[in-house]
C-alpha cells in the first residue's frame, strides 16, 4: 500500500535554531515529492518539489533533501524564526496525475523566543 | 488575483441537513479539486475536475457530490450531513491535472455536524 510517514508528530524548537523534519515513503512508482507549509487555520502552500533526479533544493531558509534509494525525504529548516511555526506536510506522487498524490499526516513545528 | 476563494468560513449543520461549500478560482485553471482534512491524517482527496464539465471521484466521495458547469466554480454538496463529516474541507486549483503543478489551496471551510 502507498503510505508516506512523517516524524516527528510535534517538534517545539528555539527561535534561531535549526531543525530536519523527516518523511518516508513507500509510494511506488515515484513521480515527485513536494513539501507543503501550511500556517494554522490556512490552506497549504507549496515550498519545494523534487523529482527522481534532483536530491536537494532550497527554498530561502527551506532546504529539501531527496534520497529516491532509501525513499526519504527531509527538510531542514535553517535559524528558525516565529513565522515558521506551522504544519510542515510531505507529499508524494506515484505517478503525474494530481488525483493520484499521497499527503503525510504532517509535523506539527512549534517556535519558542 | 484573489486566488482560490471558500465560503463559508465556518458551518454548523445538524444530521441529515444538506448544504453547499463554495468554491471559486480566478487563475483560469483547469484542475480543481476537494480535499477533507482531520486529525492526524492526510488531505484525502474527494472529488476532482479536469476542466468544466469534467467532474471524478477521488478516495472519499460518498455523501458527497460536486458539478463544474464554469472553469471558476467547484462547489461541493453534502447531501445529508453525518457526524462523521465533521472536518476541514479544502479547495484547491492548479493550472491541469500533473502533479508536477502546485495546487493552490483555499483557506478552508470548518463543518461540524451535530
Known amino acids: 500500500k502507498n503510505q508516506v510517514e512523517q516524524s516527528p508528530q510535534s517538534l517545539i524548537i528555539l527561535e534561531g535554531k535549526n531543525c530536519t523534519l523527516q518523511?518516508?515513503?513507500?509510494?511506488?512508482?515515484?513521480?515527485?515529492l513536494r513539501w507543503y507549509k501550511q500556517d494554522t487555520g490556512r490552506g497549504p502552500v507549496s515550498l519545494t518539489i523534487m523529482t527522481f533526479s534532483e536530491n536537494t533544493k532550497s527554498n530561502g531558509r527551506y532546504t529539501a533533501t531527496l534520497d529516491a534509494d532509501t525513499k526519504q525525504s527531509s527538510l531542514h529548516i535553517t535559524a528558525s524564526q516565529l513565522s515558521d511555526s506551522a504544519s510542515y506536510i510531505c507529499?508524494?506522487?506515484?505517478?503525474?496525475?494530481?488525483?493520484?498524490?499521497?499527503f503525510g499526516s504532517g509535523t506539527r513545528l512549534s517556535i519558542r523566543p | 488575483n484573489a486566488g482560490v476563494t471558500q465560503t463559508p468560513k465556518f458551518q454548523v449543520l445538524k444530521t441529515g441537513q444538506s448544504m453547499t461549500l463554495q468554491c471559486a478560482q480566478d487563475m483560469n485553471h483547469e484542475y480543481m479539486s476537494w480535499y477533507r482534512q482531520d486529525p492526524g491524517m492526510g488531505l484525502r482527496l474527494i472529488h476532482y475536475?479536469?476542466?468544466?464539465?469534467?467532474?471524478d471521484q477521488g478516495e472519499v466521495p460518498n455523501g458527497y457530490n460536486v458539478s463544474r458547469s464554469t472553469t471558476e466554480d467547484f462547489p461541493l454538496r453534502l447531501l445529508s450531513a453525518a457526524p462523521s463529516q465533521t472536518s476541514v474541507y479544502f479547495c484547491?486549483?492548479?493550472?491541469?491535472?500533473?502533479?508536477?503543478?502546485?495546487?493552490?489551496f483555499g483557506p478552508g471551510t470548518r463543518l461540524t455536524v451535530l
Open positions: 484547491a486549483s492548479s493550472p491541469d491535472g500533473d502533479s508536477y503543478n502546485e495546487q493552490f
Open positions: 518523511c518516508n515513503y513507500t509510494v511506488s512508482p515515484f513521480s515527485n
Open positions: 475536475s479536469v476542466g468544466a464539465g469534467i467532474t
Open positions: 507529499v508524494v506522487s506515484a505517478v503525474s496525475s494530481a488525483s493520484k498524490i499521497i
